[in-house]
């Protein structure tokens, strides 16, 4: 009993610690304990904690900052490159290294778009939560994507049962949802197939295609590319909805299908 209650303040302290999120704007406080050590060791946790998250906020603020101002420069790139490009004296070898730079422009743009979106994610700056009807979200997203299909003639096989219902930010649940369905269809083969299914609390969209260039234990991390056309970061923004909204992903290969599955 002696033993329990000298050894109280560190217990209380240690589930401080594992609770405590730097994100969350409130201060971490100890409770006051007359034993020396421990006094000691809340003073440097808690001096620790602060410079912690003081260093948290400055790398999300030059984040932010650095996509935000990122913008304009490229926009400006981008409209120059157009005009040079509709000029009437230039030679097939100046237009093409002008498309190539639009089109490295273009890409940097997006890259930059995806980047600012990660870390906003990350940053827990989606807070606004509401009931979404899964279902309904993927016709509306299938609707969208109805010309691709028939252009690269994947055929869809639809399961939506019951009522998939979760509670999420609604852009990104529309993102998560998005983000699935363009990657089974650009990782698609030609005359490919695509099946959804769902249910209560599931969400599983699997496609044909080609064996993955990388490894599937990291799939899901950042610049993971399964091939030289993408930036490896929409799965890194699937994983990152997903673990703020606490669904649990997996993702299997087998004959040729890639699946993926979310429990929520």
């Known amino acids: 009993m002696i033993s329990t209650k000298i050894w109280q303040p560190f217990y209380t302290t240690l589930d401080k610690i594992k609770k405590y999120q730097f994100k969350e704007l409130r201060t971490i406080s100890f409770p006051k304990t007359d034993i020396t050590e421990f006094k000691e060791l809340n003073n440097v ?23 935000h101002e990122l913008q304009t420069p490229l926009t400006v790139i981008k409209s120059k490159l157009e005009l040079l490009m509709q000029s009437d004296n230039l030679t097939d070898t100046q237009y093409k290294h002008l498309a190539a730079s639009y089109d490295s422009t273009h890409k940097l743009g997006k ?63 529309d993102i998560l949802i998005e ?23 599931l969400f599983k969209i699997s496609n044909t295609g080609e064996h993955l260039l990388v490894d599937p234990l990291i799939l ?11 930036f490896g970061l929409g799965l890194s923004i699937v994983r990152e909805i997903c673990h703020q909204n606490n669904i649990v992903i997996s993702y299997t290969y087998s004959n040729n299908w890639h699946s993926i599955l979310l429990n929520f």
């Open 111 to 173: 890259l930059n778009d995806a980047l600012g979106l990660l870390a906003k994610i990350e940053n827990s700056q989606f807070e606004h939560t509401e009931e979404i009807d899964v279902n309904q979200l993927i016709e509306n997203k299938l609707f969208n994507y109805k010309d691709i299909l028939l252009t690269k003639s994947i055929s869809l096989i639809k399961q939506l049962e019951g009522t998939a219902r979760i509670n999420m930010n609604p852009v990104l649940a």
């Open 220 to 230: 899901f991390q950042r610049f993971s590319k399964s091939n030289s056309q993408s």
């Open 179 to 201: 983000n699935l369905i363009n990657n089974s269809i650009k990782h698609n083969v030609n005359g490919g197939k695509i099946t959804i299914e769902t249910d209560s609390h």
């Open 45 to 67: 946790i808690d001096d620790m904690t602060h410079r912690l998250k003081n260093d948290f906020y400055s790398l999300k603020e030059f984040t932010e900052n650095t996509s």
